[in-house]
């Protein structure tokens, strides 16, 4: 067999390139997002550009668990929560020892601060940073096999609820852990603690706070890029077929030899590790973190994402992922559809129409729901209620109108291009995947 | 004895009180082509279920070339070359039937996961052997032109071709067919006759074959043995079993009782 894959083998200087290309392609994208787009919507608007990147990366990790695999966690948070707990405490407690004070030390990519920043792109305090987020992600993995080794014995809401109790074990402990330190102070026992000790000290039920900032549009979308590269990547791949094969059916899948404990913890690793990693950013955003927000509340809000995206679907976890976000924001002040609303609806209607152009539902639900939200604004003003007191009441109901209309989710297991027509999926011709032209029979 | 590929010897195993199959032997030379056949719930799956460790059997060896399988996982024992089929079709229903057949070839071709997210260059070689193989694999089975459809979406027929394009994918040495006509029409079992013949010369392998129908059975089956209540009632060649008075009592019951 061996003999045979080998003449598959392509050379590494075509191999290199075709390998790193996202790479490169998301840095400049997130470059782009931080330098270009980020100014020009706001304070507000680049908040919500980083919650969203947030929530992607734990959408989509979770998908790699619910969606590919089929296991049932909802526990999310708690790696999440890990991931930002070492981050802060790294970052925080790391700048005291590294800088003597608490203080933003990073460079241009890094800068979240108001006003012209002057200085260089990347520091030191750039790569405490990156490394803080890299530990979390490492932390939250081992959580991850950890958490996954009880997935071997258990499947379906058993499953879920091991998880479940994971999150709120992860809670518990965190909330019980002693006071920060308030290293200012010149506390005199505090230069005989060790940076292991040290970071044991996580606030308790009052959260972890003061820790610099430097979670800007940047890196939280280089690491959603990233992300993405990665998952779809594994999707693609025979490891991801082998996640789906049991999903679909275990045994089967063993029968092909599919080693389905190791697939099972795997896939909980691999999705713990981007958890943790939005954990990190999470954290240091504000440069704070409450193990109290990401209770499981904040698991199940990742599960609805991956649920309404389709189960197994990376893109549409992503969309529902941003249209969760945002949704609940604007709805605060529902904006008029007039005119960039009706704009993007006429595009998205186009692009139906060119695709499949044979189906009506998908026409029809974008015209219900321009209508529902016109109608739902004009009810609001005439009755003279504000609509922001029933947003939340008002997002729980679009959940179940789009779980009723399309129960596979957005996407069901597929991913947005698989709707294109195959002859615009130009990549797949030159993916890894496709055989070269005269290969040997 | 030690020429045969898969060696079975007195595995049984019980449910609680149920003797669901008891001191059960075989001998499957390479290249043979045999028959196990009985009356519904003589223990025919089960037997599967013990060679393909999804059940480990209370007493017995399995050996697959020369070497001890029972108790092992079912994984490994698919790694060490036994393949099958389900009576039940277990098909991965939402993959393609491309991806289908793929999973059963990527036991051959592994890779980890660090060369998966970085497309390494053994990533690649793999991936592209895996899909080239499984493109011959489904022409062969005729079903390259259905290879983008899902798996799920298939006609009964198919699927049943599938399920045994997808196991032959594994590369085995043995492979277990379990009811491989079940629900097709009589000119699908005519062409499901040819496969599995042609498979065998094909891809050298041995085959054994749970089926009721019974001229499948008697016309492509070299050897054929018969279960009752768990029990191996007779064993030979087809004209051989056809006259036996314990597989006619079998299956239609004494006369006059």
Partial sequence: MTSTTKQFRPALWTALPRALWPVAVSVVFAALLYFWVAPRIGGFGADLLVNSGIAIILATSLTVVNGFTGQFSIGHAGFMSLGGYTAATIVYYGSYRLFGDFDFHGGLLSWTGAGAFVGPLLTKGDGLFVIACLCGAIVAAIAGWIVGLPSLRLRGDYLAIVTLGFGEIVRVIIQGTPDQLDVTSTDPGLGDLSFPQLLTHLGGALGFSGAPAYSTVFWVWLTVALTLVAIIRLKQSSYGRALLSVREDEIAAAAMGVNITKYKVRAFVFSAFFAGAAGGLYALKVGTINAGELAFQKSFDIVIMVVLGGLGSVSGAALAAVILTLLPELLRDPPSLWPWGLVGAAIVAALIGLFAPRKRGPLLTLVGVCAAWELMRWGAARAGISLSDYRMVIYALALIVIMCVRPQGLFGVREIWDYLPQSWQFWRSTSAIAAPAGAPA | ?257
């Fill in chain 2, 1 to 257: 004895m030690s020429d045969a590929l898969l060696e079975v010897e007195n595995v049984s195993i019980a449910f609680g009180g149920l003797k669901a199959v008891q001191n059960f032997n075989l001998s499957l030379p390479p290249g043979s082509l045999y028959g196990l056949i009985g009356p519904n719930g003589a223990g025919k799956t089960t037997a599967f279920n013990l060679l393909t460790g999804v059940y480990r059997p209370d007493a017995g060896v399995v050996r697959l070339g020369g070497r001890r399988v029972n108790g092992k996982r079912p994984y490994k024992i698919a790694r060490a070359g036994l393949a099958r089929t389900f009576q039940n079709i277990r098909l991965f229903g939402e993959l393609s039937v491309l991806d289908n057949v793929r999973v059963g070839c990527q036991m051959r071709h592994p890779h980890g996961l660090w060369s998966t997210v970085l497309r390494s260059p053994g990533y690649v070689a793999a991936e592209r052997a895996i899909h080239h193989h499984s493109l011959e694999l489904l022409e062969i089975f005729g079903l390259q032109d259905q290879s983008l459809q899902q798996a799920k979406n298939l006609p009964y027929g198919n699927q049943r071709r599938l399920e045994i394009a997808r196991a032959v994918a594994t590369g085995p040495k043995v492979l277990l067919l379990d009811e491989p006509a079940a629900g097709m029409n009589p000119r699908e079992k005519i062409e499901l006759m040819n496969l599995i013949r042609f498979i065998r010369e094909k891809f050298s392998l041995a085959i054994l074959l749970i089926e009721h129908d019974m001229t499948l059975v008697m016309n492509v089956c070299e050897q054929i043995t018969v279960l009752d209540h768990g029990e191996i009632i007779a064993r030979g060649s087809p004209t051989e079993i056809q006259s036996n008075p314990k597989v006619i009592e079998a299956y239609l019951g004494q006369p006059d009782a």
